[in-house]
T-cell receptor
Framework: ETGVTQTPRHLVMGMTNKKSLKCEQHLGHNAMYWYKQSAKKPLELMFVYSLEERVENNSVPSRFSPECPNSSHLFLHLHTLQPEDSALYLC????????????FGEGSRLTVL | AQRVTQPEKLLSVFKGAPVELKCNYSYSGSPELFWYVQYSRQRLQLLLRHISRESIKGFTADLNKGETSFHLKKPFAQEEDSAMYYCALNKAGTALIFGKGTTLSVSS
């Protein structure tokens, strides 16, 4: 596997469920990101991690909980979500935070019922 | 506030016609701007950045600080250019802020 891999590709969950999205990068990068892509909205930055340390939390509700156990893996833990949280969640990585060339995964399509 | 505006949701042109995808930004510092592209069934990827001042797949973009614009141009559109194009601004060296995107449709 090369590049940035996200699993699952599709997820349907109820509002009371707890689930997690996983992202793995095989590029040796030091920064990882979560973006949210909704219909009619721009890509919204959610979290930025640099060497497992969170460097930015873009006013994201606490029902989204990121975890970065090492520089190659990034998780987004989901609990008690709302239907408006349904979106495509994109993971990306870059050599360093703020390095403009991001490498994106294919995304995890989340539907909250 | 830092913001990227792409005023056109959809741009339709014929093959061989010139293309200009508009992007305006709001940023108090020295901006670093990018264009990303997403072809059908492919992931989002970098097309070009203003620092490199290069032409990629025939596309160029010039940073105009006076007009706070970074429009993407190509003199002769090809069908394979059909895609979603996003303009992005580097936010204080931490991450990119994206515009809403413009769908470019090139027909023969």
């Amino acid at each position: 596997e090369t590049g940035v891999t996200q699993t699952p590709r599709h997820l349907v969950m109820g509002m009371t469920n707890k689930k997690s999205l996983k992202c793995e990068q095989h590029l040796g990068h030091n920064a990882m990101y979560w973006y949210k892509q909704s219909a009619k909205k721009p890509l919204e930055l959610m979290f930025v991690y640099s060497l497992e340390e969170r460097v930015e939390n873009n006013s994201v509700p606490s029902r989204f909980s990121p975890e970065c156990p090492n520089s190659s893996h990034l998780f987004l833990h989901l609990h008690t979500l709302q239907p408006e949280d349904s979106a495509l969640y994109l993971c990306a990585s870059s050599q360093e935070p703020g390095h403009g060339e991001l490498f994106f995964g294919e995304g995890s399509r989340l539907t909250v019922l | 506030a830092q913001r990227v505006t792409q005023p056109e949701k959809l741009l339709s042109v014929f093959k061989g016609a010139p293309v200009e995808l508009k992007c305006n930004y709001s940023y108090s510092g020295s901006p670093e701007l990018f264009w990303y592209v997403q072809y059908s069934r492919q992931r989002l990827q970098l097309l070009l950045r203003h620092i490199s001042r290069e032409s990629i797949k025939g596309f160029t973009a010039d940073l105009n600080k006076g007009e706070t614009s970074f429009h993407l141009k190509k003199p002769f559109a090809q069908e394979e250019d059909s895609a979603m194009y996003y303009c992005a601004l580097n936010k204080a060296g931490t991450a990119l802020i994206f515009g809403k995107g413009t769908t470019l449709s090139v027909s023969s």
